[in-house]
């Protein structure tokens, strides 16, 4: 009878500590998992002085461009410093991306240069 008692309580001890391992296995795998999806660096908001116009791209890959008070909303995609935007009414558009400086370039034709939106 002791035997048996002492079985049971060590099969219960045993249960209990694999049981905990095995939750910490699960709580360590959904860890690295939110690790490995990292934000996006171009995930923000820019702004340019001179057309005081603003681009927000958001991490689930859609934005908003501001001007004058008015947001069109749009998609986006990201191949290294090259970014495509896609509006729905006027389709895509190309923009550049610097890491490093934190800025969002693009030529405007109806400025005659080209403008930079620096992040906020």
Known sequence: ?????LF??????IGGCCSEALAQTKNSKTQSTKTIQKKDPIVGTYYCKRSR????FSSDKTGTFISSGMPVDFTWTRKGNDVTI?????GPQKLKFDDK????????????????????
């Open 1 to 5: 009878m002791r035997q048996t008692l």
């Open 8 to 13: 049971v309580l060590f099969m219960i001890f």
């Open 53 to 56: 116009e603003f681009y927000k």
């Open 86 to 90: 896609v509006y729905k009414a006027t």
């Open 101 to 120: 400086k934190k800025t969002i370039s693009e030529y405007s034709s109806i400025f005659g240069t080209t403008l930079v939106y620096i992040k906020q």
